[in-house]
């Protein structure tokens, strides 16, 4: 019994899953003759196909069609440890005089997570991303950390890095003589050089002019991670709330912290995206210091909203706008006193 068109097809789609194929192309495969029945009934049989959710018409009316991944049910239940797959982070805190931001108090991590770290220029982005990799070089495997400014063009770690890892005393970098984390010299397409379960550092993700792609990128990037944790960074312009490439660029995310200037001297993170709090933590806002050129945190603490000024940073007097006296014009102080000696 002569082989049926549509088995044929079926056949040969299989080899083609998850890409877009031609009728025209698909003709030429099965060495279709013009005229003949199958040659104009090909099109029938891949609507048919398309009705058994085998492919899915492209809609440009070109002929072309793609070819869907079977998949399955998934097989579970709902027996184990609520703690499973909760993964113990050690978030970034200062060794310098002891004070923290309390993040493992206020969020959980999992497998498979993305910590995106955003800010402005020159704020601490950096030294927030290597503290997360020097604090957790145990959680994985293997770590890795990536990125623009990581390493020279002649592919040997940067000067400026390996300055910042010396001053950074706290973190074991090094275990038996061998580095504890791979640099590695990806300054772009960083999602094909991600492997799945590590800690993955990238610092910082630049797409230069083509900002609606970083949606398909994080996405990309969160897939590829597997069980691991990914820590991007993202550079976010003055007075912006998103980073490059807008609110997209936090979809795939599962925490964001924001960095923003605090003063003349000081940085300020916001804790944005969380997708699994523990208590109440978007919207809180921590002020610190950076020192040691870049490397390291210090005097971190909690600060709210200036009551005085509403936020404002200013007062208005008979219709002058002054600097607010108890928030020096910082619009935020610190929680449970006002700090006006910085």
Request: proline share 4%.
């Amino acid at each position: 019994m002569p082989e049926r068109l549509i088995d044929k097809l079926r056949e040969l789609l299989a080899s083609a899953e998850g890409r877009v194929v031609y009728v025209k192309h698909l003709r030429e495969e099965l060495q279709l003759q013009p005229g003949t029945p199958q040659w104009e009934s090909i099109r029938v049989s891949m609507l048919r196909l398309a009705e058994q959710k085998v492919v899915k018409p492209s809609g440009l009316n070109d002929g072309g069609f793609k070819v869907l991944i079977p998949i399955k049910p998934v097989v579970f239940s709902l027996e184990g440890d609520d703690k499973e797959g909760v993964l113990p982070v050690r978030f970034p805190r200062s060794y310098i005089d002891d004070t923290t931001f309390g993040l493992e108090d206020m969020v959980e991590l999992s497998e498979g997570d993305c910590v995106l770290i955003t800010g402005e220029t020159n704020l601490g982005k950096t030294a927030m991303a290597l503290s997360f990799l020097g604090e957790n070089l145990g959680l994985f495997d293997e770590s890795d950390l990536m990125g623009s400014e990581a390493t020279s063009s002649a592919g040997e770690i940067s000067p400026k890095l390996r300055r910042r890892l010396r001053r950074m005393g706290w973190a074991k970098w090094e275990e038996n003589g061998k580095m504890r984390f791979n640099l590695l010299p990806v300054e772009h397409d960083y999602e094909d050089y991600i492997e799945p379960n590590r800690l993955t550092v990238i610092d910082w993700i630049t797409i230069p002019g083509e900002f609606w792609l970083i949606d398909t990128l994080m996405k990309t990037i969160k897939n590829s991670i597997g069980r691991g944790l990914c820590i991007p960074v993202l550079q976010k312009n003055k007075g912006n709330e998103f980073a490059e490439g807008g609110q997209r660029s936090e979809r795939y995310a599962d925490l964001v912290l924001k960095i923003d200037r605090f003063g003349q001297y000081e940085s300020m993170m916001t804790i944005g995206k969380v997708k699994s709090a523990k208590t109440k933590a978007t919207g809180r806002t921590f002020a610190f210091t950076i020192t040691d050129y870049g490397a390291n945190l210090q005097y971190i603490r909690e600060v709210v909203k200036c009551s005085k000024c509403w936020s404002r940073g200013y007062i208005k007097n008979q219709g002058e706008a002054n600097r607010c006296p108890v928030c020096k014009g910082k619009k935020f102080v610190d929680k449970g006193g006002i700090d006006e000696t910085r």
